[in-house]
Structures are given as C-alpha cells and as structure tokens.
C-alpha cells in the first residue's frame, strides 16, 4: 500500500537542529518529485520546500537554514532544520503526487522552545 510516513519531529530550543524524514512506501510512490508544508498552532498549512527536479526551492521564511536531500531511489527525503527559531513551530508534513493523486503523510510535530 502506498503511503507516506514522517518521522523526526520533536522539542528543541531555538538554535538547535532537528531533521526529518519522509518514507514513501510502495512499489509505485516516489519522491523524485515530493513538497515539505508545515502548519502552525491556529494556522493555515504553509509551503516550506520542494523538489521538482533536481534543484530544491525553499520559502523565504526557512531559506540558509533548512535544506532538503534525498536517497538515490527517491524514496526517502530529508528535511534538515537547523537554526531552529519558536516560529518554526508546526506539524510538518510531506507530499508527493501521482497522477492525478496527491499523497501525504500523517505529519511530525516539531516544538521550537525560546
């Protein structure tokens, strides 16, 4: 069964690095193209990066701290964060599509303490 999975998340005081992982499962899932969102405590649910080829793009609110990578096979993608700022404080999720279908996964919390 195709599915994504997030892991990684968790407390860290501003200036501390946290990464993340994204697993896509299944013959037919992969994350050649694929997105990072985060939403906020009350927010709506935000664009943070993305691979859409092989150069990665990043918003402007994580730009010079946070960088994506992936494996060889495109089945696992990684979100390193570092310089961790209280804003950075979300649920971060990944997504990928297929056809017509888009995928996510159920989401890592990531708490960002002042």
């Known amino acids: 069964q195709e599915n994504l999975a997030e892991s990684g998340g968790g407390l860290v005081q501003a200036g501390g690095s946290l990464r993340l992982s994204c697993l896509a499962s299944?013959?037919?899932?992969?994350?050649?193209?694929m997105s990072w969102y985060r939403q906020p405590p009350g927010k709506e649910r935000e664009w943070v990066a993305s691979?859409?080829?092989?150069?990665?793009d990043y918003a402007d609110s994580v730009k010079g701290r946070f960088a994506i990578s992936r494996d060889k096979l495109y089945k696992t993608v990684y979100l390193q964060m570092n310089n961790l700022k209280p804003e950075d404080t979300a649920i971060y999720y990944c997504?990928?599509?297929?056809?017509?279908?888009?995928?996510w996964g159920q989401g890592t919390q990531v708490t960002v303490s002042s």
């Open positions: 997504k990928t599509r297929r056809g017509s279908e888009d995928y």
């Open positions: 299944g013959s037919t899932l992969s994350l050649f193209v």
């Open positions: 691979f859409r080829g092989k150069e990665p």
